[in-house]
């Protein structure tokens, strides 16, 4: 029953500001490395910002850089994505991804079922 849910989406206006989250369970959170992806129509599915397990060394993409800002509460099994000055062009279905290796190495993925983010006047 391992489960992704996120929530937080909706329609903002250029400038606005935005917080997605993502509630985790069936698995062992802390874990994890938690990823927020993603994808407008007709583009590639992209990376938008990283978290590890150890809630250190944080990664964005250049076109979030400085606006974006990724945390995790290991506490509420909880990632979050705060979304500053927003843009048109970051309207897009936002996914939460949560990966981790086993002890054979092997790669654990799960996917949330993704939420709707609109910037338009």
């Known amino acids: 029953q391992v489960q992704l849910v996120e929530s937080g989406g909706g329609l903002v206006q250029p400038g606005g500001s935005l917080t997605l989250s993502c509630a985790a369970s069936g698995f062992t959170f802390r874990n994890y490395a938690m990823t927020w992806f993603r994808q407008a129509p007709g583009k590639e599915r992209e990376l938008v910002a990283s978290i590890p397990a150890s809630g250190g060394n944080t ?17 509420k099994n909880t990632v979050y994505l705060q979304m500053n000055s927003l843009k048109p062009d970051d309207t897009a279905v936002y996914y939460c991804n949560a990966a981790a290796r086993d002890a054979y190495r092997k790669k654990i993925d799960y996917w949330g079922q993704g939420t709707q983010v609109t910037v338009s006047s």
């Not at 979030?64 to 945390?71: A, D, E, M, N």
């Open 59 to 75: 990664n964005y993409a250049d076109s979030v850089k400085g606006r974006f800002t990724i945390s995790r509460d290991n506490t």
